[in-house]
């Protein structure tokens, strides 16, 4: 099968979150599987276009409304992501640092789309399936069944996966005109609401809608974002699929971020080396238990409580714990767990940015790694952890819950219900105690680095999910 994945995202080009970690590995396991698998993603002013090299498969323009832009579509030359990768260059639009956060990001991500599409209308073939990911691609299914001059793709099967319901898109109705012509009786495709909902326009018109996990696909009939009567309506098109994890990236044995790569047989003497490199960088002590939490500083991810949660766990453990927090956000939570440094000095540390190698140093330096999520759609932190060897420590919601079994019920995490102060620390005591009972601790490190939780499942899910 020809698959093209549409994103805003692909990891090592741009990556913000979990987004670009799965576009960037699920394809290459697609194509592993005897399949062409590809990657159109916007073309950003990134070191990645600066190191490699391309060549120019299009030049055309594309039409916003009234603005007509001049679009030109590169091919990575060399294949080396193991799938084809194509960067559509939009000038004044989508050569920009940064993914998101501009104002225009609605005309941004639109001009994309219609450029994407155009170039594809052209081609001689079509391609089996256009699977889009998040709401930045959400029009695409819409253009696709809809627009007079995509009429030739509407035939071709549309695949949504829904990362993150929170984020939808919207945008007001003023704002009609940026989509190409088609029978405006069809509008009610497009809208949620009120407004103008990529979402929930995908969620609508794309043939299948996936989740990243099965338990947020339950959880979503419910509580999502003002989506849930929409996606319980839509439920019989609906799967939920679980993420994996790109191996062959995340892999402590080859790994050459870490100060000493290890394999199960070894890791004992591996974390303890990975421990004491990033204990002397962040002034902890490398014999007392290291606690992490790595990602976006947002109210999901429970992080308006982590300045409060790791004050009373420093305190009542009285210097018995170390804590160690990576992450950007809200810049009031980051300005609290800053200040925490003054706090417990040489128990608390903290690096406020985004660092790709120092999450891997953490993932394998840790002994225990927290997610306290509101929402986690799949999560991909927790199964790092899992190949690295440190216990996750999460709430059950989402592909926590379907990743992670409690060292209670014969598992080898610490789960918790709620995202509250006390039920994290109550589960960061839980911890501690594990952490003293060393006989358990190394045979659960051992149990969580055999878990199998490569993509190859999740990429075969999907070429099934194709065959419609
Ligand atoms: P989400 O996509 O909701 O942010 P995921 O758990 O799916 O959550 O994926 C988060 C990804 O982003 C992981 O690869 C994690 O290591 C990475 N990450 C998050 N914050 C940072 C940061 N500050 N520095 C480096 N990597 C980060
Ligand atoms: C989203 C979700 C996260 C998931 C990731 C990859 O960002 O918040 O839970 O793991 O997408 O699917």
Redesign the pocket.
């Known amino acids: 099968m020809e698959i093209i994945h549409l994103s805003a995202e692909c990891y090592p080009i741009a990556k913000v979150?979990?987004?670009g970690d799965?576009v960037g590995a699920l394809p290459k396991y697609q194509n592993k599987l005897g399949h062409v698998a590809k990657v159109v993603m916007p073309a950003y002013q990134t070191k990645f276009m600066q190191e490699n090299e391309f060549e120019v498969v299009y030049d055309g323009w594309g039409k916003l409304g009234f603005h007509n832009f001049p679009v030109r579509i590169f091919r990575e030359k060399t294949n080396k992501l193991g799938f084809d990768l194509y960067l559509v260059h939009i000038s004044g639009l989508l050569d920009r640092p940064n993914v998101y956060g501009y104002d225009d990001d609605t005309e941004r991500f639109l001009a994309y789309q219609i450029a994407v599409l155009d170039w594809i209308t052209q081609w001689e073939h079509r391609p089996d399936v256009i699977h889009c990911h998040d709401h930045h691609t959400g029009l695409v299914p819409f253009m696709m069944a809809y627009c007079h001059q995509f009429k030739k793709l509407s035939t071709v099967p549309s695949i949504l996966t829904i990362?993150?319901a929170q984020y939808q898109g919207q945008f007001g109705w003023d704002k009609l005109h940026y989509v190409p012509p088609f029978d405006l009786w069809k509008s009610g495709q497009l809208d949620w609401k009120g407004s103008i909902n990529p979402l929930a326009s995908a969620i609508k018109c794309a043939w299948r809608v996936t989740t990243?996990s099965p338990s947020y696909l339950e959880e979503i009939s419910f509580k999502a974002n003002g989506l849930e009567d929409l996606l319980a309506q839509e439920r019989a098109k609906s799967v939920g699929i679980l993420?994996g994890i790109d191996n062959e990236v995340w892999d402590p044995q080859n790994d050459p971020m870490l100060e000493k790569k290890y394999a199960i047989r070894t890791v004992e003497n591996g974390k303890k080396a990975n421990k004491e490199a990033l204990c002397r960088v962040f002034n902890l002590d490398p014999l007392k238990p290291l606690f992490t939490f790595i990602g976006r500083l947002v109210g999901e991810k429970g992080a308006d409580l982590l300045p409060d949660i790791f004050y009373n766990a420093l305190l009542q453990a009285n210097g018995g714990i170390n804590v160690l927090v990576l992450g950007s956000g809200d810049p009031q939570v980051e300005g609290r767990l800053m200040q925490l440094k003054e706090a417990f000095p040489g128990n608390y540390n903290a690096y406020i940015g985004y660092n790709e190698q120092l999450s891997h140093q953490i993932y394998a330096g840790a002994d225990f790694l927290l997610m306290p999520s509101r929402v986690?759609?799949?999560?991909?932190n927790q199964m790092y952890a899992l190949r690295y060897g440190t216990v996750p420590i999460v709430r059950r919601v989402g592909?926590l819950k379907d990743t992670v079994v409690d060292i209670g019920d014969g598992g080898f995490g610490i789960c918790h219900d709620q995202t509250s102060v006390w039920d994290v620390g109550h589960a960061i005591g839980r911890a501690y105690e594990l952490y003293h009972d060393e006989k358990h601790l190394k045979e659960i490190r051992k149990y969580m680095m055999q878990l199998d939780h490569s993509w190859d499942r999740a990429a075969q899910q999907y070429i099934d999910l194709y065959q419609i």
């Not at 986690?376 to 991909?380: A, D, F, K, N, Q």
């Open positions: 979150g979990g987004l799965v990362h993150n990243v993420n986690e759609p799949c999560g991909l592909g």
